[in-house]
């Protein structure tokens, strides 16, 4: 049985006004561009790519902080590109996000205890003091911080520890849906697995779904159901996990994967170098937005923008040579 879609994006653009200056007439960055895809409930759904791709501006437009300029967002079925600002306070229960550096996410004039209970007392959740009190220790405990700490201020922390604060504030409303935007890139390489697994251990005790940001393709591996590879501010392909590492379509999907190192020395693998630098999302490319860069560009590449095709269940690829699969299939120089 199909699992049922907890948040449905249509077409969704975010394109951002670059002010008309001395002989440079009024542009737009094209920050998100076009781009559709659901998340089934109880999955995690990673969108994965380089800096400045538009993953982070996605979720920004998810969560009401950022208003998209064109396209649908809904969730559980409430468009949320149209809600009323008091609709979206009351939605906020139910999708939270973990920031990227626990450094800067934390108040450090305001006590661990204090940032844990704020979204209580926005939402008015709780009878009183002592109770909202009792749910944030309850919550600290339960990501790893002992109750005795409520008092502690965040630099009294180490940066695990300070990842795991984030992830309490966003748990203690016990929302339905959180995304969770490159939670683990500021942390040692060594406390990064902690911190998955306390994501994963959450997931499963509190039937969560999650919107998974990163640019490490060995985390999202690690932790997503389904994956959606961006270049930038289009998808280019997603999949499931496995489907895409044992057999990634998209050249750009292929080049990132071949950056991943392996654990066992005897496995060689050719790395795909791609010439040039990614353009600029000002000026960027007719056509296809990676065929200025592609190994395999054809001469109609930069004449029209792929439509994104599914070329086998659950299977999708923006690139006019998924009609030549079978020509390049485990072709490993590409």
Not at 38 to 49: I, M
Not at 114 to 139: Q, T, Y
Not at 204 to 216: A, E
Not at 278 to 303: A, M, Q
Request: net charge negative; charged share 25%.
């Amino acid at each position: 049985m199909k699992a049922e879609n907890i948040l449905e994006v249509k077409n969704l653009k975010k394109y951002f006004s670059v002010q008309k200056t001395l002989h440079i007439e009024p542009k737009s960055v094209k920050a998100v561009d076009d781009v559709s895809f659901s998340v089934a409930r109880g999955e995690t759904f990673s969108l994965v790519g380089e800096s400045g791709c538009g993953k982070s501006t996605t979720a920004r437009c998810i969560l009401g902080l950022t208003h998209a300029t064109d396209g649908s967002i809904l969730f559980e079925g409430n468009e949320l590109t149209t809600m009323k600002p008091r609709e979206q306070r009351r939605n906020a229960c139910r999708m939270q996000m973990i920031f990227q550096d626990p450094y800067l996410s934390l108040d450090p004039r305001v006590p661990v205890g204090k940032i844990i209970e704020e979204p209580l007392e926005i939402h008015h959740v709780g009878k009183n003091k002592e109770e909202r009190m009792e749910m944030a220790m309850d919550i600290l405990e339960k990501v790893g911080i002992r109750p005795d700490q409520y008092y502690r201020y965040p630099h009294e922390f180490s940066g695990g520890q300070r990842q795991r604060i984030g992830i309490a504030r966003a748990l203690i409303l016990k929302p339905e849906f959180i995304i969770c935007d490159e939670p683990v890139s500021a942390l040692d390489v060594s406390i990064q697995s902690q911190v998955l697994n306390l994501l994963e251990e959450m997931k499963q005790r509190l039937n969560m779904t999650y919107l998974f940001i990163s640019h490490n393709m060995s985390v999202v591996r690690y932790i997503s159901d389904r994956i959606g590879v961006m270049y930038l501010g289009h998808l280019v392909e997603f999949a499931d996990t496995d489907e895409l590492f044992l057999n990634p379509l998209h050249p750009y999907t292929r080049a990132l994967l071949s950056a991943v190192p392996e654990a066992d020395p005897r496995v060689k693998k050719e790395q795909i170098l791609l010439e040039g630098d990614i353009p600029s999302p000002l000026d960027p490319p007719s056509g296809c937005v990676f065929h200025n860069r592609c190994p395999r560009t054809k001469t109609y590449c930069g004449d029209a923008v792929p439509s994104f095709t599914e070329v086998k269940p659950g299977h999708y690829v923006s690139c006019f040579l998924s009609r030549e699969i079978e020509y390049y299939k485990g072709d490993t120089a590409l």
